[in-house]
């Protein structure tokens, strides 16, 4: 059973970074596309960012240049580094991970088993 577990949101000003981390288990990370997504209450999920199983990296238009997706594949856990935030990016942000038969098709992968989630607040 494939589990992914999210941490590193918090509450930070404008301007300021946080990383968020995504520890997982349960299946063949290493063999799998993972992604960031993030969701505002009443919103739409969107997506964020992809990393494939060869470290290749896709970002929506608004989080190039600011957001960086990463991988560790020896320690199960992706990444997602978040520098110049801005209130808007203020949303619960939530780990991905590609699976056959995933209802969610974003950047190329297909994704179908999710974290909890993580809270990100950007105050101005």
């Known amino acids: 059973q494939v589990q992914l577990v999210e941490s590193g949101g918090g509450s930070v000003q404008a301007g300021g970074s946080l990383r968020l981390s995504c520890a997982a288990s349960?299946?063949?990370?290493?063999?799998?596309?993972m992604g960031w997504f993030r969701q505002i209450p009443g919103k739409e999920r969107e997506g964020v960012a992809v990393?494939?199983?060869?470290?290749?990296?896709n970002y929506a238009n608004s989080m190039k240049g600011r957001f960086t997706i990463s991988r560790d594949n020896a320690k199960n856990t992706l990444y997602l580094q978040m520098n110049s935030l801005k209130p808007e990016d203020t949303a619960m942000y939530y780990c991905a991970a590609e699976e056959l038969g995933g209802l969610v098709w974003y950047l190329g992968c297909r994704f179908g088993s999710w974290g909890q989630g993580t809270q990100v607040t950007v105050s101005s």
């Open positions: 990393i494939d199983i060869y470290g290749s990296t």
């Open positions: 349960g299946y063949a990370y290493s063999n799998s596309c």
